[in-house]
């Protein structure tokens, strides 16, 4: 991503006509920003020009959340079936572009392209669907003694999203926020906003009304913490960094704004000391396929393994083999495994941890500095493994956001539960084990939002969010619906 500051007529490089937009979309019209200034976005796999996004100035995002309050009272009247047949719409025009949103996310994260089309478009279509169904399954009515507690919602919501699967951030958000009945202004990641373009087009194609829902490009420093203090907006919807989601919590804090916040993660992937040697080999194996999926760019990636001191040399040699068999590559390649990191500034910060993690002691078993052979071009950064970690280490402590995989030992249960549970972060964690009701036993004492049980399936319709500093609130499903209502009690 590099701003400009350049007037809107200067001469554009090589991005394609269809990725240049020098327009945000309030009030249900395509507007000009206040500035002239633009986000060039940069292609992962080859590091041209991808396209242009405007950075919007704070003037602009006021005027977005403005347009969504006025909206906001008509929209919360709407019957659940409106908004559910709206949402259905905007999936069907999305879904008409699904191959070109797979080929722009791509580009835009690094993402193979089998794997965009399945978790980067399917996912964001499918929780489209489901966000129409929680519209028309309401929630509950409840009556306690002479009160009626009844569910609103809760009204203007500022939706700021990351990178890393853009299109189902901003879906995982705004859709379940329209279908409660809250208006919204999306702001995308700097770094890959052009998909947001996509799926503005397919809302204003499916015909919501004026204001419902606003989009407004540009840096989280500018227009995110605009919309982070807006007196118009009653709720933030943040997903990010810990550093910009603690910012964000203490701008909403001056206008007591609700905040829903999913950060970071650091999270364990505890191998309990029963495994045979078969099922040692496919755990680990899977390991890896969970701590480099997206070439690590992903917040619940299970970036600590934690195995047992006896089986040290066993696990590293498995390590080494899954990761040798791993096919790093331009996205468009058939058979790629990793493609590159979405940008110049997130290969940098990742070189740079594996430069600390080398520093502090931790011993290199696989990878390291530098890009893949043959791999200058692109932000490609080798998969990389790191063994004889200890929990203290910098590498075992923060999020990295990259393919650095630490192996860390443990002598007894409980010492893997203390290493797991110590660090700020408690997003995700998985454990394995022969016998399935230890594996659970150990996954509750884990202090995380969610916990993978012998190699179980993401699913979109559970709850996904943090303990401690990876976050406040849940999304997906009937959790995620939930955070868009307020509670009203009435006394009768
Ligand atoms: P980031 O914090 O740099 O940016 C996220 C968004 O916040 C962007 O739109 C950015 O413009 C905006 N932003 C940045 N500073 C801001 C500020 N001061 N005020 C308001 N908005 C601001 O994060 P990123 O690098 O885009 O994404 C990677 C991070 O996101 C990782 O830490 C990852 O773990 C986290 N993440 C969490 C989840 C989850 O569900 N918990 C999911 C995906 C990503």
């Not at 969610?450 to 979109?460: E, R």
């Amino acid at each position: 991503m590099t701003l400009h500051s350049a007037n809107r007529h200067a001469p554009r490089r090589s991005a394609a006509p269809g990725l240049q937009h020098d327009r945000i979309y309030i009030d249900g019209t395509w507007t000009e920003p206040e500035s002239a200034a633009s986000i060039e976005v940069t292609d992962s796999t080859d590091e041209r020009t991808l396209g242009r996004a405007p950075a919007a100035s704070a003037a602009d995002a006021e005027r977005a959340a403005s347009a969504a309050r006025r909206a906001f009272d008509a929209w919360a009247g709407t019957a659940a079936a409106e908004r559910a047949l709206l949402l259905r719409s905007a999936a069907a025009h999305l879904a008409a572009r699904r191959g070109e949103l797979a080929d722009l996310i791509s580009r835009e994260t690094g993402m193979p392209r089998p794997q965009s089309l399945a978790v980067q478009v399917d996912l964001p279509l499918s929780n489209l669907d489901e966000a129409a169904r929680r519209a028309t399954g309401g929630a509950a009515e409840e009556r306690i003694g002479r009160s009626l507690i009844v569910r609103e919602p809760v009204g203007a919501v500022g939706c700021i999203t990351p990178w890393n699967f853009p299109l189902h951030q901003s879906v995982a958000k705004a859709a379940f926020a329209l279908a409660a009945g809250c208006t919204v202004v999306l702001k995308p990641s700097e770094i890959a906003p052009l998909d947001a373009f996509v799926l503005t087009e397919a809302i204003a194609e499916a015909g919501f009304p004026p204001g419902v829902f606003n989009l407004v490009t540009g840096t989280g420093t500018e227009v995110g913490e605009a919309l982070a203090t807006s007196p118009d907006l009653d709720m933030i919807s943040f997903t990010g960094s810990t550093a910009a989601g603690k910012r964000v919590a203490e701008l909403a804090a001056r206008t007591v704004k609700r905040v829903a916040l999913e950060l970071g993660g650091k999270s364990a992937n505890i191998v309990l000391d029963d495994l045979d040697d078969a099922r040692l080999e496919l755990v680990i194996t899977d390991a890896v396929r969970r701590a480099y999926g997206n070439s690590g760019q992903t917040c619940t990636a299970l970036t600590r393994l934690l195995v047992p001191e006896h089986r040290l040399r066993q696990v590293e040699a498995i390590v080494t083999e899954a990761v040798a068999a791993l096919v790093v590559g331009d996205p468009f390649d058939e058979g790629v495994d990793l493609g590159p990191l979405a940008s110049a500034a997130q290969r940098d910060r990742v070189q740079e941890w594996i430069r600390i993690g080398s520093a502090e002691g931790a011993r290199l078993v696989v990878g390291g500095l530098g890009a893949p052979t043959g791999r200058e071009r692109g932000f490609y950064v080798r998969p990389t493994v790191f063994s004889d970690v200890r929990p203290d280490m910098a590498i075992a402590q923060e999020e990295i956001f990259g393919p650095v995989l630490s192996i860390l030992t443990y002598r007894t249960e409980d010492e893997a539960v203390a290493i797991a549970n110590g660090v700020r972060y408690g997003l995700s964690g998985a454990v394995s084990s022969l016998d399935p009701g230890r594996a659970e036993r150990v996954a509750r004492r884990l202090r995380t939002g969610q916990v993978d049980v012998n190699g179980a399936p993401f699913n979109p319709r559970a709850p996904l969010g943090g303990y401690k500093e990876s976050g406040i609130g849940r999304e997906y499903g009937r959790y995620g619906f939930e955070e868009f209502l307020e509670i009203k009690s009435i006394q009768r």
